[in-house]
C-alpha cells in the first residue's frame, strides 16, 4: 500500500495550485497524495481542526505524512500539537512545511491594521499571525522546512523585508525551533509549489528524513525548543 501524504494549502487558495507538486511526489516517490480543503477566511483553526480530524478518519490506516503550504503549515502544526485520537495508533511519519510562517508574518501583521484587509485573511490568520504566540515543534513526526530567498509576491505590498523572503513570508519567519532541517532556495512564495527541486527535496524528506544535496540551497538545522 502507497503511504499518504496529506496536503494542506495556504489562505485564498484550493490545493489545485499544487497539482504539479503532488504530481511530482505521487510519480516521483510513489505517495498517494490527498488534499484537505477547508475555509481558509471564515472558518477559526479550532472549527479547521475538526474538519480535518474527520478527513483522517477516512485515509487509509498507514504512516501519514504531512506537506503544508503557507498558512497550511500552521494548520498541521495546530493539528498535530493536539494529537487527536485518530492518530494515537498511527505509526507516525514526517511533515515539510513550505514557506509557513512559523514564527510570524510582519505581512500579515502590516496588513491586518487596514480593517477591510483583516476581514479578508479572515479568523484563522487574525488567530495565528495577527498576534504574537510562542510555538516550538514537538511532535512525534519529523519536521522539515523549506523556505523562499526570490522576492516576487504580495507580501511586499505591506512589509518591508531586509533580508532574505521569498516576496510574502522572510526566512527567519519560518525558522521554527524543533525542526529536524531547514532548507532555503531561491523560488518564491507560490513559485515554490512549482519548482521541481521543492518537490524533490519535500520527497526526499517524506521518505528518508532528509532533504538530501540540493544544488544551490542552504541546508541548516534550526534550534532545539529548549534553546529558546
Known sequence: MSETVVFVHGLWLTGHESALLKRRLARDFGFDVRTFRYPTVSASMAEIGQRLERFVH?????????????????????????????????????????????????????????????????????????????????????????????????GRLFARFAEDNDGTI??????????????????????????????RATGNFLREGHFGRVRGAHVARSSSCRSR
Open 58 to 154: 477516512e485515509l487509509p490506516a498507514a504512516p501519514l505524512h504531512w506537506v503544508g503550504h503557507s498558512l497550511g503549515g500552521l494548520v498541521i502544526h495546530r493539528f498535530l500539537e493536539r494529537r487527536p485520537e485518530e492518530l494515537a495508533e498511527r505509526v507516525p511519519g514526517r511533515v515539510v512545511f513550505l514557506g509557513t510562517p512559523a514564527l510570524a508574518s510582519r505581512a500579515a501583521r502590516s496588513a491586518g491594521r487596514v480593517r477591510l484587509l483583516a476581514a479578508l485573511m479572515g479568523r484563522c490568520v487574525a488567530e495565528e499571525l495577527l498576534v504574537a504566540r510562542p510555538r516550538c515543534w514537538a511532535s512525534a513526526e519529523p519536521l522539515g522546512i523549506i523556505a523562499g530567498s526570490r522576492s516576487m509576491g504580495f
Open 170 to 199: 522572510a526566512v527567519s519567519e519560518t525558522r521554527l525551533p524543533g525542526a529536524r532541517e531547514h532548507l532555503t532556495l531561491p523560488v518564491s512564495h507560490m513559485g515554490m509549489l512549482l519548482s521541481a527541486t521543492v518537490a
